[in-house]
């Protein structure tokens, strides 16, 4: 079993800047790598962000590069978005997934935390 927990969302205003965190517990060594999605009100859960279980190779989506970066501390047991030049257009809840059982891109992870809001005003 692996346990996710998110935090750091919160309400910024457009061109501000936001750190999320998520926190593993259990089995987390053996996962590929660990990635970031969101969801938006009324939309299909999203990739935003992976990386590899060393941190060697980092992949994002074209709505956030070059302004979301993805991080990770094993010691800590912890991945990090940093998130910059926020948009109201990013506005979601934030998971983050281990596990992947397909394509990294793919929803199709093994475990996922319980989300963090993200809400960008104009």
């Known amino acids: 079993q692996v346990q996710l927990i998110e935090s750091g969302g919160g309400l910024v205003q457009a061109g501000g800047s936001l750190r999320l965190s998520c926190a593993a517990s259990?089995?987390?060594?053996?996962?590929?790598?660990t990635a970031w999605f969101r969801q938006a009100p009324g939309k299909e859960r999203e990739f935003v962000a992976v990386?590899?279980?060393?941190?060697?190779?980092?992949y994002y989506s074209e709505l956030v590069k070059g302004r979301f970066s993805i991080s990770r501390d094993n010691d800590k047991n912890t991945v990090y978005l940093q998130m910059s030049n926020l948009k109201p257009g990013d506005t979601a809840v934030y998971y983050c997934?281990?596990?992947?059982?397909?394509?990294?891109?793919?929803?199709?992870?093994?475990?996922w935390g319980q989300g963090t809001q993200v809400t960008v005003s104009s």
């Open positions: 990386i590899t279980w060393d941190g060697s190779n980092s």
């Open positions: 997934a281990t596990h992947p059982r397909g394509a990294y891109a793919s929803p199709e992870y093994g475990y």
């Open positions: 259990g089995r987390t060594f053996d996962s590929p790598g």
